[in-house]
């Protein structure tokens, strides 16, 4: 059973930091692209960034590049999205997922199979 448990989210000011981690269960985590995506009230999800063992990176929202990093940590299989220079347009709930392999979308939620249950981060101005 694929598990995927996201933490970190809180609040915090404009300008602040905020590190999310993903752990993940049940998969073979290097054959898996894991992806954070987020969702704003009444807005889309929206991919955030992506990471697949060996292959590299993308960041898919052009707001957060420069600004959050995606890495992950094989041996305990954990993902993370470290986010600094937080603006209240980056509030939303988090979102950590998973699909196998590397083909397909990086930045479409509909590309990634397993979901997390979502971590606040709300940011005031």
């Known amino acids: 059973q694929v598990q995927l448990v996201e933490s970190g989210g809180g609040s915090v000011q404009a300008g602040g930091s905020l590190r999310l981690s993903c752990a993940a269960s049940?998969?073979?985590?290097?054959?898996?692209?894991m992806g954070w995506f987020r969702q704003a009230p009444g807005k889309e999800r929206e991919g955030v960034a992506s990471i697949y063992t060996g292959v590299g990176t993308t960041y898919c929202a052009d707001s957060v590049k420069g600004r959050f990093t995606i890495s992950q940590d094989n041996a305990k299989n954990i993902v993370y999205l470290q986010m600094n220079s937080l603006k209240p347009e980056d509030t939303a709930i988090y979102y950590c997922?998973?699909?196998?392999?590397?083909?397909?979308?990086?930045?479409?939620?509909?590309?990634?199979?397993?979901w997390g249950q979502g971590t606040q981060v709300t940011v005031s101005s």
């Open positions: 997922a998973a699909v196998m392999g590397y083909a397909g979308s990086w930045c479409e939620s509909g590309a990634f199979d397993y």
């Open positions: 049940g998969i073979t985590y290097s054959r898996y692209r």
